[in-house]
């Protein structure tokens, strides 16, 4: 049946439909998402951010293995986004980035206690609010869903993931006013490979990032879902060169095709 109708109905039909379904099934979340106290604090700080880097440039850093040819000692004194399990390189590096940013369920579930412990802003999905017995005041919760595909403008409002973390921090750079944004670390490359977004459980040491720790042995995941984060990736590019603004790609080797590249000792 959803065949015969897909192959009658145009497609802006389609997919007007599918939105509408979409709001439809977000509805029941939308109160809390608004009115509980948490999110309105978070609402209201995240007014702060509005254009605060109006201008500047900063760093997304993934976190793939590429992070480990990559000299991020000179990322010191630049604005940075670190994303999920990062701040396994703190000590290495000496130093923190400066915000932080999570919004897979399982990840923020598994690490909610180091997450909360690092002494810099943290953005957090809103639906794994449950997993912080309070709210620190360095914490802001994002209203992050998977469905209903946009770039967000206004970071106050809903935000679509784009089944990756980077695509958030991309929303969250532009809605700080980042003229320049270049990414370091999005291998955009799984050894680890099965149907998207299927949840697994780490049998050994990761391959997929920069550190073995990071989902090791015992560590519940998702396998990526690369197509669905191109999707978003084209929306950022689009809504980013619009505004006459810029994300560049200076991932050593990455797979990820979307932005244009630049070599990442040539930016210093």
Known sequence: ???????????????????TYDA????????????????????????????????????????????KQTDLTKLKNEFTFGMNRIY??????????????SINDLVIEQCADEIAA?????FIAWHSNR????????????YTTYTGPKFAYD??????????????????????????????GVDHNFTSKGEANKTVVSNGDDPNHF?????????RWQLPDLETSEMAYRMARQAYERAGRQVLDATIGGKLTVFPKVPYESLF
Not at 1 to 19: C, E, G, H, R, Y
Not at 211 to 219: A, C, E, S, T
């Open 1 to 19: 049946m959803k065949q015969i109708i897909t192959s009658i109905l145009p497609a802006p039909v389609l997919q007007a439909a599918k939105n």
């Open 24 to 67: 439809l099934l977000r509805l029941p979340q939308a109160p809390d998402a608004y009115l509980h106290p948490w999110r309105r604090k978070s609402r209201a700080r995240l007014l702060e951010y509005h254009n605060r880097h109006r201008g500047e440039r900063c760093f997304i850093i993934g976190n793939g293995p590429s992070l």
């Open 88 to 101: 396994l390189l703190f000590p290495e590096l000496g130093f923190t980035t400066t915000y932080f940013v």
């Open 118 to 122: 690092l002494p810099i802003p943290k």
């Open 131 to 142: 997993h912080f017995q309070r709210m620190p005041e360095d914490m802001i919760f994002l």
């Open 155 to 184: 970071m106050t409002r809903r935000i679509w993931e784009g089944a990756t973390v980077t695509n958030v921090a991309l929303q969250l750079a532009f809605y700080m006013g980042f003229q320049q944004v270049i990414l370091i």
């Open 211 to 219: 550190d073995p720790r990071y989902f090791g042995k015992g560590f």
